[in-house]
């Protein structure tokens, strides 16, 4: 099984140009979370989606949207991209919410705005 | 102040040694997950606690609910064990919410 499967890997970007994150899951699972990671700090929640057809803001959801396209795919647009958002960027699917079920991460995306 | 608090922040150990990573949390929680983040960047999840101990190979786990704290030991490290362990907590408000510590980086010497 691929497990969790992140596009692009890595990705340079230009201030104010847009680009989508794919994400896609081939465990089944209802759950699925867009992070990112900064040097100096923990991995942070951008946006989740506990079920399809929904999706909800986390800790740091300004300048992104998200759209649940199917159980399997979860994307993360930048519309405009900001220096600020350069980061890594990890998806991560979970089968619920329950407190014994592991989330599963994708490789990550390495994301430089210039 | 984080709610997730991880010590220390940098671990060199010799290979052989008992390392011991803390974590201490500053909310009410349903579970805590150590996950372990290679230098290729992959992250996989290494336990889930929502109390007493758990063992997996040379790794173990063990949490204290009334203290709010969590340990991870890895018993005769082996350079195959640097990486970077992530404590993350499932508190109660949040579902299946996590919220991350900043991380431990362990370098394991040959």
């Known amino acids: 099984n691929a497990g969790v499967t992140q596009t692009p890997k890595f990705q340079v970007l230009k201030t104010g140009q847009s680009m989508t994150l794919q994400c896609a899951q081939d465990?089944?699972?209802?759950?699925m979370y867009w992070y990112r990671q900064d040097p100096g700090m923990g991995l942070r929640l951008i946006y989740y989606?506990?079920?399809?057809?929904?999706?909800d803001k986390g800790e740091v959801p300004n300048g992104y949207n998200v759209s649940r396209l199917n159980k399997r795919e979860f994307s993360l647009r930048l519309e405009s991209a900001a220096p600020s958002q350069t980061s890594v960027y990890f998806c991560?699917?979970?089968?619920?919410?329950?407190?014994?079920?592991?989330?599963?991460f994708g490789d990550g995306t390495r994301l430089s705005i210039l | 102040k984080n709610e997730v608090e991880q010590s220390p922040q940098n671990l060199t150990a010799q290979e052989g040694e008992f390392i011991t990573i803390n974590c201490s949390y500053s909310?009410?929680?349903?579970?805590l997950h150590w996950l372990q983040q290679h230098p290729g960047g992959g992250i996989v999840s290494l336990f889930m606690?929502?109390?007493g101990k758990k063992k997996h190979g040379r790794l173990i786990a063990t949490i204290n609910i009334q203290e709010k704290h969590s340990s991870l030991h890895i018993t005769a490290s082996h350079p195959r064990d640097s990486a970077v362990y992530i404590c993350?907590?499932?508190?109660?408000?949040?579902?299946?919410?996590?919220?991350f510590g900043e991380g431990t980086q362990l370098t394991v010497n040959p």
């Open positions: 991560a699917s979970s089968e619920g919410g329950a407190w014994h079920q592991p989330q599963h």
């Open positions: 465990m089944n699972h209802n759950s």
């Open positions: 989606s506990a079920s399809e057809g929904t999706t």
């Open positions: 909310v009410g929680i349903s579970a």
């Open positions: 606690l929502s109390s």
């Open positions: 993350a907590v499932r508190s109660f408000p949040s579902g299946s919410r996590l919220t």
